[in-house]
């Protein structure tokens, strides 16, 4: 952490810590404060996964820099999220809903080449409601298989990318390798059914402990529609559990989706 006359330069892993040592610094409140943006390597997203976020600030008083304007680059960029938050949503031509799946399909194939450091063939097609982008790569097929989190991400950062149609996607996104995911969805998805008819039959709850928080959100919409039994998740944290109880005396189904 550096300081000048009037204003501290600040670095954190993220931009809150770097906001809470520049205001411990200066000795005032983060309300107090103003500051800029001076490096933001978190914008990589998913690519935090391999390196540490770095993130660097240079902050001031309000009151001692009361004139300072924000640079020009800022307030249009501020100008587009305004008007983004704003604009009604177009429903897409099909031309555009092309280019849409071919952006997203390029931009997977260029997140799985920096993983695995060699080119990747990503195939892209949708099913019912998703866009499936499905990864042909024995390596990138490991590393989902083992990393759970992985997929997850490369969807997180997938659905940030199109920034230019300032509206939600028209469909969700879905990250595969070599069809594992779809084939663990389809596992689960039966399991969960014969679980519901053992629960019926004998009328005692079943506990399943599943860590990947997906893995039990498939199985709660599996049984979404079953009135014989109902689905709830306990516990929080690693040590959260699924159970699959019987309903009984027309009680209500309880449904404890996870996001």
């Known amino acids: 952490m550096t300081t000048t006359e009037s204003?501290?330069?600040a670095q954190g892993k993220s931009l809150e810590q770097a906001l809470v040592k520049a205001a411990g610094t200066l000795g005032i409140s983060q309300n107090e404060m103003a500051y800029e943006v001076i490096k933001d390597e978190t914008a990589k997203g998913f690519f935090s996964i391999f390196k540490s976020n770095l993130v660097e600030?240079?902050?001031?008083?309000?009151?001692?820099?009361?004139?300072?304007?924000?640079?020009p680059r800022r307030r249009h960029r501020e100008r587009e999220e305004s008007n983004a938050s704003t604009e009604?949503?177009?429903?897409?031509?099909?031309?555009?809903?092309?280019e849409l799946v071919e952006e997203l399909r390029q931009f997977c194939q260029g997140i799985c080449a920096q993983i695995v450091d060699t080119e990747v063939k990503v195939e892209a097609f949708e099913d019912n409601g998703r866009l499936v982008l499905n990864i042909d790569d024995e390596t990138m097929g490991t590393h989902i298989s083992k990393n759970t989190k992985l997929a997850e991400a490369m969807e997180h950062i997938l659905r940030k990318k199109p920034r230019h149609l300032r509206q939600e996607l028209p469909f969700r996104i879905f990250v595969d390798a070599d069809g594992i995911r779809r084939n663990r969805e389809q596992e689960l998805v039966e399991m969960a059914k014969d679980l519901s008819s053992k629960v019926t039959e004998n009328s005692k709850p079943?506990?399943?402990?599943?860590?990947?928080?997906?893995?039990?959100k498939?199985?709660?919409m599996a049984l979404d529609g079953d009135d014989r039994v109902y689905t709830k998740s306990i516990?929080?944290?690693?040590?959260?559990?699924?159970?699959?109880l019987p309903v009984k005396g027309g009680e209500e189904a309880e449904?404890?989706?996870?996001?």
């Open 7 to 9: 204003s501290v330069k």
């Open 57 to 71: 600030i240079e902050a001031w008083a309000k009151s001692s820099r009361s004139s300072r304007k924000p640079k």
């Open 88 to 98: 009604p949503k177009k429903e897409l031509s099909t031309e555009q809903h092309q």
């Open 206 to 216: 079943v506990v399943l402990n599943y860590k990947s928080s997906y893995d039990r």
């Open 218 to 220: 498939i199985i709660h």
């Open 235 to 244: 516990g929080s944290g690693p040590n959260r559990k699924l159970m699959i």
């Open 255 to 259: 449904i404890n989706n996870e996001a």
